[in-house]
C-alpha cells in the first residue's frame, strides 16, 4: 500500500527542493521504491533545470521526470499569478490525477509544496490554496524551517496554521543548522512552542538527511 509526505517550508527559498533530494536519496539508497511529486513548479526554464530534475539528479532516481510535476512555469511568481499570466487554469483533477498515476508505482511519495504554506494556486472564478492540495491527496506534513534569526516566528506560524486548518505535522527538519548558541536556542524554542518535534538539523551543503531510515519511513503515512 502506497504511503506519502507532504514537504511544506515556512517561505520560499527555504530549502524545501534540496531536503527533498535528501530524504529521496535515502530511500533509494536503501531500496525502497520511492518517488516524487510537486503540483506547481515556478520559476523553470523547462523541466530539465526544474527542481524534480535536481531531486531526481541528487537522488539517482529513475524516475519519468516529466511524470514529476503537473504544471511549470518559467515566471518566478507564486503559481496563481504565473498560471494567470500564461492563461492557464491549474486545476484540482489533474493534480489529483497525476498524483495517483505516481502512487500507483511507488511505495513512497514525496509530495513537495510552493512556497510556504499559504501559496495561493489557482485565483480566477476558483480560490485553490496550498492547503487544497494537502487535503485532496490527504496528506500529513513535515516543515522545513531555516535555522537562522527570525525562524521561530516563521515557523511557530506554519505550525499554527496547519493546527488550525485540520492538518496533521510530524515534525520540523531545521536546514542550514550550525552548532552556534542562536540554532541552538531557535531548535529548542521551536520545539517547546509548537510541541512538534525537529526531526533533523541539516548543516550547509549536507549530503545526508540525518535521519535513521526507520524513523524516516515512520513520517509517511
Given at each position: ?174 536546514n542550514n543548522y550550525s552548532d552556534s ?41
Amino acid at each position: 500500500m502506497n504511503k506519502s509526505l507532504f514537504v511544506t517550508g515556512t517561505n520560499t527559498d527555504i530549502g524545501k527542493t534540496y531536503i527533498c533530494g535528501l530524504i529521496q536519496k535515502k530511500l533509494i539508497e536503501n531500496n525502497i521504491n520511492a518517488g516524487y511529486y510537486k503540483a506547481a513548479m515556478s520559476g523553470s526554464i523547462n523541466i530539465s533545470s526544474s527542481d524534480a530534475a535536481y531531486v531526481k539528479e541528487i537522488s539517482n532516481s529513475n524516475q519519468n521526470l516529466n511524470k514529476m510535476v503537473s504544471y511549470i512555469f518559467s515566471e518566478a511568481l507564486s503559481p496563481h499569478l504565473a498560471a494567470k499570466l500564461n492563461n492557464q487554469s491549474i486545476e484540482l483533477s489533474k493534480i489529483a490525477e497525476d498524483y495517483n498515476s505516481i502512487a500507483d508505482n511507488y511505495d513512497y511519495v514525496t509530495v513537495e509544496g510552493s512556497g510556504g504554506i499559504i501559496c495561493p494556486i489557482r485565483d480566477d472564478d476558483k480560490l485553490i490554496l496550498l492547503e487544497d492540495i494537502i487535503k485532496l491527496l490527504n496528506l500529513n506534513v513535515i516543515i522545513i524551517a531555516d535555522s537562522n534569526l527570525g525562524t521561530i516566528n516563521s515557523t511557530v506560524l506554519t505550525s499554527s496554521y496547519l493546527k488550525s486548518h485540520q492538518i496533521t505535522c510530524k515534525g520540523i527538519i531545521m536546514n542550514n543548522y550550525s552548532d552556534s548558541i542562536l540554532h541552538k536556542d531557535n531548535a529548542y524554542m521551536i520545539e517547546k512552542l509548537t510541541n512538534l518535534p525537529i526531526l533533523a538539523k541539516i548543516a550547509n551543503n549536507s549530503t545526508t538527511i540525518g535521519i535513521t531510515l526507520e524513523e524516516l519511513l515512520k513520517l509517511y503515512d
